[in-house]
C-alpha cells in the first residue's frame, strides 16, 4: 500500500527557512513528485513539482526562494524553503503520481496528510 511521508513543518520568523521532505513508500516507481499548499480562506494551490526527467515547476510567488530537489528513482522530494514570508503560512500537502516498476497500467494519484507552515512577521 502506498503511503506518503511528510516531515519539515514548523513556525518560523520572516525570512527564516525551513525544509519539507516527503517519501513515498511501497514499490511503485515515482513519475512525478511536487508540493501545494491551501491557506486558510484560500484554495489549494501548486508550489513547484519536479518530475523523472527533472524538470521543475514553480509558482510565481515563490520562484527565486523555494528549491524542490530530490531523486524520483527513490521515491522522495525536498523543499527548500528560504526568506519566508507570513504569505507562505499554509498547510503544505506532497504530491506524487505512480506506476508500477514495470511500466505498465496507468499511474496512480497520492496526496500526503500535510504539514503546517507557520510564518510570523
Known amino acids: 500500500q502506498v503511503q506518503l511521508a511528510e516531515s519539515g513543518g514548523g513556525s518560523v520568523q520572516a525570512g527564516g527557512s525551513l525544509t519539507l521532505t516527503c517519501r513515498a513508500s511501497g514499490s511503485l516507481f515515482t513519475v512525478k513528485m511536487g508540493w501545494y499548499r491551501q491557506a486558510p480562506g484560500k484554495q489549494r494551490e501548486l508550489v513547484a513539482t519536479l518530475s523523472s526527467s527533472r524538470e521543475t515547476n514553480y509558482a510565481d510567488s515563490v520562484k527565486g526562494r523555494f528549491t524542490i530537489s530530490g531523486d524520483t528513482s527513490k521515491n522522495t522530494v525536498y523543499l527548500q524553503m528560504n526568506s519566508l514570508k507570513p504569505e507562505d503560512t499554509a498547510v503544505y500537502y506532497c504530491?506524487?503520481?505512480?506506476?508500477?516498476?514495470?511500466?505498465?497500467?496507468?499511474?496512480?494519484?497520492?496526496w500526503g496528510q500535510g504539514t503546517q507552515v507557520t510564518v510570523s512577521s
Open positions: 504530491n506524487a503520481d505512480l506506476v508500477s516498476p514495470t511500466g505498465l497500467g496507468s499511474p496512480t494519484n497520492h
